[in-house]
């Protein structure tokens, strides 16, 4: 383990202007190709259609040289056999949600954008599964399956908007994901484009649950674009279960909110979500929702059970009394379908909330084991003093990740390097208690220097091995996952060195 470099608001800086790599004739020369390889509409080369694609939801951005809009998977290896001929970086992207500048073309390049893929190919309604093109919306699977009685269990707080393939390509977790597993648990098989623009399937097509051989379907959930480019996945989905009751708990603090979390965990219940929202974060949900979280609260636990009805409300007079011994002044139980998704409309739209309070957020994503919550919320809370910084707290409680929003404003100067330097602290407080430097958004750019601080030089090494042997250039998402060299970390191993002199972050 090793201490992360003092220069990195500086790294992460370089990136909020373009930083392309390529010649402009080559540059002309791709788009010309491409525009008469495929057909018109796909290919957009005009500054002003370019400029949205080099953003996401992160404060980092950079300009793409093209944007292509794919309809089919042999376009999509058109346009992949045709840049990496002429060694132009590709970046894939979904919707653009994403938390750590993993679809920011961080070399510039041709960005694919699979949004216009978003067929629903097959729902096998007696085999609990469901094929669908990467562009689909993560919550229309959902509605597409619910008239089979099935639905799909990984729903990001984003499932209004980001697409199947950008949760694979991530990983993502979700409110849901604490008695479900996240996004990898229900990937049974990919189609993908590789660097090489082959187009191979991996993991079983036809639905075995565990194909033979390497399990390549893993290694492409959570590689954030930069092994190959998924183009059809098959999923599982879940049958509805028979009942589902949701309680809001709330607290005068948090401490007594995340305590009641480690106490339900250890009285052998596991909610399907288990949700934590601080007092400032419940204010400004309600100016903007209106239903019904208290103005005055610390802390309040959203908590989701499902299954056959008795148990269910077995465990919810369970839960009920747990948070009566752990300091709730009251636990809400939600009566009505509308009830229960007001509550939860109000969690899924935190985040876009946070407008009210600031012109900008940085949302961290990390994890500590549940036990160290009351430890590490403390932390946040001198973080933010000694930063001078508003940090709202909605999270995954149940897993133990947090995402502490820093509240900033990008125009006053040294406001994003404070932001920065803070995430920095959180993320090192968070290690230092066991955890990790983040539990579903990614790495991308935005976190890429944080991994030292829990892969050594070897981890990093044999990562770097995988990727090279799917993209030996690394033209796929280059500049995402591996540190830079500012934060390389030394390697006295010349078996290592040789094998991986190609990588900047080697040194
Ligand atoms: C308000 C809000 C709430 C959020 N809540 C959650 C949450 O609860 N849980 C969570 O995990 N995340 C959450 N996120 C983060 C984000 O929504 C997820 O990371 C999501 O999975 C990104 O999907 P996307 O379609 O927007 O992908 P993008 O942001 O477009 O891309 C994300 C990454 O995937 C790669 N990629 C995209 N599509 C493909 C493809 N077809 N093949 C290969 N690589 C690809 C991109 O190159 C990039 O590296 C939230 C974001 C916001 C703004």
Known sequence: MTSLPSSQPTVAQTFLSAN????????????????RALPPGVVLRQPAELVSYGYDASFLSARPDLVTLPTTTEQVATIVRLATAAGVPIVPRGSGTGLCGGAVPAR?????????????????????????????????????????????????????ISTIGGNVATNAGGPHCLASGVTTNHVLALE??????ETVWLGSEDGALDAPGYD?????????GTLAL?????????PAPEAVETLLAIYPDIAS????????????IIPSALEMMDGIVCQAVERHFHVGYPQDAGSVLLIELDGPREAVAEQRQRIQRICGAYGAREVRVARTTAERAALWAGRKGAAGTYGQLAPNYYLQDAVVPRSRLPQIMQRVAEIARDYRLTIPNVFHAGDGNLHPAMLFDR???????????????????????????????????????????VFSAHDLAAMARLRTAFDPHTLFNPEKLFPTAASCVEVRDPTLLADDATHPWMC
């Open 108 to 160: 510039g390049g041709v960005v694919i954008s699979l949004t216009r893929m978003n067929s629903i190919h097959r729902i096998d309604a007696r085999n609990r599964r469901a094929t669908v093109a990467p562009g689909v919306i993560n919550l229309d699977l959902t509605r597409a399956a619910a008239p089979y009685g099935l639905y799909y269990a990984p729903d990001p707080a984003s499932q209004k």
């Open 20 to 35: 392309p790599i390529s010649a402009p004739h080559t540059l002309d020369t791709l788009a010309d190709t491409l525009a």
């Open 257 to 268: 909110g995340v305590n009641t979390v480690t106490a339900i965990i250890g009285a052998g």
């Open 411 to 453: 125009t006053r100067p040294g406001d994003i390097e404070r932001v920065i330097t803070a995430g920095t602290e959180l993320l090192t407080a968070c290690v230092a208690m066991g955890g990790t430097v983040s539990g579903e958004h990614g790495i991308g750019m935005e976190k890429r220097d944080a991994l030292p601080l």
């Open 192 to 197: 993908a484009v590789l660097p090489t623009g």
């Open 216 to 224: 390549l379907v893993g290694a492409l959930t959570g590689s954030e």
């Open 230 to 238: 998924i183009t059809k996945i098959v999923v599982r989905l879940l």
